[in-house]
């Protein structure tokens, strides 16, 4: 351990890095922090070699919200993160009588009751819900207890954008994939589901006729006007590649573009980002925050 240290802290680039393995585990947290810790302290964080942070073609990591602590769960009083609870709670929020219990439940994909702890539990509280709806197109352990299970055509009969996984690549690089195939019959992606279950939910809470008026033309002109496609778009305009408002702006990065390329394109190696990527007040990292 000792040599490992000193090879680590001498040598000329290095990065201690851990994913799953190291977070599903009793101090997961623990262990995830000392890893950054150590990239820091060692001088391996944002540097050629060491933990460097992509800058990606729609800046999600900039319109994501950061909080903590802003509320808490109802129950056994948990912080909220990212306007987010631990889904250990909802149990307890669902089964616990009292003003602001659980009693509809809308399950996106995903089968938390099969990888979560106490998932029997968790199947014991869906069964006490007036109504769940799943959107999924799988039977499983947490879908079974649905009343209403709406089921996404399959991902190539849809076009995609990674949001997520770019945030995580070594390179700088976009790619858009269209569908490769019309869904058979009557099919539904899981944006267009989401988006007229919405509507319909709006439409049913309004108070008067005028709300539900408003609420009907509001939610036709959403329908008619937004599609992922043109928030696909309109990300990549006013990215960092983008033309923004400039439509003669040479090799700026589009839809367009990206379909024209389907292998994707490439936008530059990692550069260093730091402190101007912070979003802390004061464009610095806090290694031992209180919380911790």
Same mark, same amino acid.
């Given at each position: 351990?000792?040599?490992?240290?000193?090879?680590?802290?001498?040598?000329?680039?290095?990065?201690?890095?851990?994913?799953?393995?190291?977070?599903?585990?009793?101090?997961?947290?623990?262990?995830? +922090?000392?890893?950054?810790?150590?990239?820091?302290?060692?001088?391996?964080?944002?540097?050629?070699?060491?933990?460097?942070?992509?800058?990606?073609?729609?800046?999600?990591?900039?319109?994501?919200?950061?909080? +903590?602590?802003?509320?808490?769960?109802?129950?056994?009083?948990?912080?909220?993160?990212?306007?987010?609870?631990?889904?250990?709670?909802?149990?307890?929020?669902?089964?616990?009588?009292?003003?602001?219990?659980?009693?509809?439940?809308?399950?996106?994909?995903? *089968?938390?009751?099969?990888?979560?702890?106490?998932? @029997?539990?968790?199947?014991?509280?869906?069964?006490?819900?007036?109504?769940?709806?799943?959107?999924?197109?799988?039977?499983?352990?947490?879908?079974? #207890?649905?009343?209403?299970?709406?089921?996404?055509?399959?991902?190539?009969?849809?076009? #995609?954008?990674?949001?997520?996984?770019?945030?995580?690549?070594?390179?700088?690089?976009? @790619?858009?994939?269209?569908?490769?195939?019309?869904?058979?019959?009557?099919?539904?992606?899981?944006?267009?589901?989401?988006?007229?279950?919405?509507?319909?939910?709006?439409?049913?809470?309004?108070? *008067?006729?005028?709300? @539900?008026?408003?609420?009907?033309?509001?939610?036709?002109?959403?329908?008619?006007?937004?599609?992922?496609?043109?928030?696909?778009?309109?990300?990549?305009?006013?990215?960092?590649?983008?033309?923004?408002?400039?439509?003669?702006?040479?090799?700026?990065?589009?839809?367009? @573009?990206?379909?024209?390329?389907?292998?994707?394109?490439?936008?530059?190696?990692?550069?260093?980002?730091?402190?101007?990527?912070?979003?802390?007040?004061?464009?610095?990292?806090?290694?031992?925050?209180?919380?911790?």
């Amino acid at each position: 351990m000792e040599r490992l240290a000193v090879e680590f802290a001498t040598a000329e680039s290095a990065i201690c890095y851990g994913r799953t393995g190291v977070s599903m585990v009793e101090f997961g947290g623990l262990c995830q +922090w000392l890893m950054q810790v150590v990239n820091v302290i060692t001088g391996n964080i944002d540097e050629p070699g060491g933990m460097m942070f992509p800058n990606t073609a729609i800046d999600s990591l900039s319109l994501s919200e950061s909080s +903590w602590d802003r509320y808490r769960s109802r129950v056994s009083g948990r912080p909220e993160f990212s306007s987010e609870l631990p889904l250990c709670v909802l149990a307890e929020e669902i089964t616990t009588p009292g003003e602001g219990q659980i009693r509809g439940l809308i399950a996106i994909g995903g *089968n938390p009751a099969l990888s979560m702890a106490n998932g @029997k539990g968790l199947e014991d509280a869906f069964d006490q819900l007036d109504f769940m709806v799943s959107v999924d197109p799988y039977l499983n352990e947490t879908t079974r #207890h649905a009343d209403v299970i709406l089921p996404p055509v399959g991902p190539f009969e849809k076009s #995609h954008y990674d949001m997520y996984y770019h945030l995580y690549d070594t390179i700088n690089w976009a @790619k858009y994939s269209p569908r490769l195939f019309k869904p058979e019959g009557e099919g539904y992606t899981d944006f267009e589901i989401l988006r007229e279950l919405f509507s319909r939910i709006l439409a049913l809470r309004a108070k *008067n006729p005028l709300s @539900k008026a408003l609420v009907t033309t509001a939610t036709s002109l959403v329908k008619k006007t937004v599609t992922p496609e043109r928030v696909i778009d309109l990300g990549l305009r006013f990215g960092p590649y983008g033309p923004g408002l400039n439509p003669f702006k040479k090799d700026a990065l589009t839809l367009q @573009k990206l379909k024209d390329n389907p292998g994707g394109v490439f936008l530059g190696h990692l550069e260093r980002c730091l402190p101007e990527r912070l979003f802390t007040k004061d464009k610095k990292i806090d290694l031992a925050p209180d919380i911790l």
